[in-house]
């Protein structure tokens, strides 16, 4: 029988062996509408099963539910799994709809008992900066991780949506393993400076959303095919006359998709993939989804190579993309580097 289990790649500069694609796993119970919790524990035996071993979540995803959810599966592969979740988006106990940034010390602390005790694990894999507090100096924050390092409750460090600067000054205090960003087709921003800086440090690439949270699959092409609860409908990319001029760009990827005979969310991912080589640094996005053959297709995708007349055909998607990944980019890398 052939081994259809995916290829491998090291987290970081010590880290572990794992694939060269992982899991997003917050729409197991947050953000994308209902979910079927058989079907999305069947999706997580079944990525294991291809050799997808890093599991992302985060203590916001459903204020702690994700986390808990997938608490019964590392259990039971927990030699086999490497997890990662993250701090920094706290849930004021008065309005459960707001998240406020926080990286101070004290709350770094609660947030990882916090995560530990809903994941009941003793140690967790690789614990991310979710967000950037800019009050607080990131040398501060990443010193209070590396404390949780020293104490033998964190294995190793992650930050997401940091600027190439904020990246150096915290590698400066604890060696940072993983840097998490929105990369894909539609969302480019990284590239000028984070990746080089990546790239220097030994830094792994964890690109989120990499199917552009879906658009790029043409699952859907505007914020009302979406469920009410889906908050997709509030991003700038997919309402009014931005999800119409996006859809658009799409022909090209259906292009490269016919030619490789597959679809389009497998060319998506194949180009994200490519950029290791492109860029010289190791990347493992993390795809999320909820479906046994959702994740199978994805995996391949891990096959796909793209020749150099596709990745020119796919060069100026994001260039043209109409419409800002959050509605607020001050929370993200871009809106400060």
Not at 101 to 126: F, G, K, M, T
Not at 162 to 185: C, G, M, Y
Not at 294 to 304: G, P, Y
Request: proline share 6%.
């Amino acid at each position: 029988m052939t081994d259809n289990r995916i290829a491998t790649v090291r987290l970081g500069a010590t880290g572990p062996e794992v694939g060269i694609q992982g899991l997003g796993c917050m729409g197991m119970s947050f953000a994308y509408g209902p979910s079927d919790a058989g079907e999305s524990r069947a999706t997580l035996e079944r990525a294991l099963d291809l050799g997808i071993t890093l599991y992302d979540t985060a203590d916001a995803y459903g204020a702690g539910e994700n986390e808990k959810f997938l608490s019964p599966f590392f259990k039971a592969h927990r030699d086999e799994v490497v997890i990662a979740t993250k701090f920094a988006l706290s849930i004021p106990p008065d309005d459960p709809t707001r998240r406020v940034i926080r990286n101070d010390a004290p709350y770094i602390r609660q947030a990882v008992e916090a995560s530990l005790r809903r994941l009941d694990v003793d140690v967790i894999d690789l614990y991310y900066m979710h967000r950037r507090d800019v009050n607080v100096p990131i040398e501060e924050t990443v010193g209070t991780m590396a404390d949780l390092v020293r104490e033998g409750k964190v294995k190793q460090l992650g930050l997401s949506e940091v600027t190439a600067d904020e990246l150096r000054a915290a590698h400066a205090v604890h060696p940072i393993a993983a840097v998490q960003s929105e990369w894909s087709l539609f969302s480019r921003d990284i590239e000028p400076k984070v990746v080089p800086a990546a790239r220097e440090l030994g830094v792994t690439l964890v690109p989120y959303s990499p199917l552009g949270r879906g658009f790029l699959t043409g699952s859907f092409a505007k914020a009302e095919d979406l469920t009410s609860d889906d908050f997709r409908r509030h991003q700038p990319r997919f309402t009014g006359e931005n999800a119409a001029a996006n859809a658009a760009l799409l022909a090209p990827v259906r292009t490269v998709a016919e030619a490789h005979g597959a679809s389009l969310g497998q060319i998506a991912l194949a180009w994200v993939q490519q950029q290791a080589a492109v860029h010289d640094l190791p990347v493992i996005p993390i795809p999320g989804t909820r479906k046994p053959s959702r994740v199978e297709e994805n995996a391949a995708a891990t096959r796909i190579v793209l020749n150099e007349e596709e990745l020119a055909l796919l060069e100026p998607i994001a260039a043209k993309v109409a419409g800002d990944r959050y509605a607020d980019m001050r929370f993200a890398s871009a809106g400060r580097e």
